[in-house]
């Protein structure tokens, strides 16, 4: 028998979304989102870049800005108002301390309670290779909800006037391999399109087929893969890490 999905925790009021391109949040997690922010819920997004070399037919120069406006409108669609970019070089992001410190920081200033990431691991479902950049952000976001809570891991920060936050109680990984826990989809989904959607110069480098056919092509079929886990609703997946 395939063990069934748990439900998210939903007894908490302040998520923070690292993550490390524009869409990658949109590629499914927006459903929750919103779901969430419909519950009167805070989230902000935190991207380590701003996508500049995610359209082979546009110029990183032009594409930043481009995909930094796509991604705040994307985020809107779903309640969602605060989205801060950390200027990370697109396509060769390296974990290790500068990434840790920068999203420690961050969570000591939104003190969420809830820190969402992607796929740190090596594949995705069906074993589809990962990207360098989702496994540096995602494991690094691992570590910094750890070093967020320890003054004396990055000394530096209390010095900026951030001081520790020990209040992250999950860190939640859209788009994982090995999924625990889901959220019904089915409320969200007609603004996770739209929230996708607002991704146009992105998917229309990507494809020639319309936008939207591709967008709720993509929806249907990852909202739907785990649903025979989930009592058959649309699921939203995440590997659920307690601290």
Not at 12 to 22: D, E, G, I, Y
Not at 81 to 105: C, S, W
Not at 161 to 172: I, K, Q, S, T
Not at 178 to 192: I, K
Request: no cysteine.
């Amino acid at each position: 028998m395939t063990e069934q999905l748990s439900p998210m925790p939903e007894d908490w009021q302040r998520a923070l979304a690292v993550v490390a391109h524009p869409d990658d949040l949109e590629y499914g997690a927006a459903a929750a989102i919103a779901a969430w922010t419909d519950a009167g819920k805070e989230v902000s997004y935190l991207l380590a870049t701003r996508g500049e070399a995610g359209i082979d037919g546009i110029h990183p120069s032009k594409a930043a800005p481009l995909r930094e406006r796509e991604q705040i409108a994307s985020a809107a669609v779903v309640g969602v108002t605060t989205v801060e970019f950390l200027d990370y070089r697109d396509g060769v992001i390296e974990y290790g301390l500068p990434v840790r410190r920068n999203i420690a920081a961050a969570i000591r200033r939104h003190r969420p309670e809830l820190v969402i990431t992607l796929n740190h691991r090596d594949t995705f479902h069906g074993g589809f290779w990962n990207t360098p950049d989702h496994k540096a952000v995602g494991r690094a976001t691992l570590d910094a909800a750890t070093d967020a809570g320890n003054r004396w891991i990055f000394p530096e920060l209390v010095d900026q006037g951030l001081e520790p936050w020990n209040g992250v109680r999950w860190v939640a990984v859209a788009a994982s391999p090995q999924p625990t826990h889901a959220v019904d989809a089915t409320p969200g989904y007609e603004r996770a399109v739209r929230s996708l959607l607002e991704h146009r110069a992105y998917i229309e480098g990507l494809t020639d087929e319309d936008p939207e056919t591709y967008v709720r092509s993509f929806l249907d079929e990852t909202l739907s893969a785990n649903a025979p886990r989930f009592g058959g609703r649309l699921a939203v997946t995440f590997e659920l890490f307690p601290r």
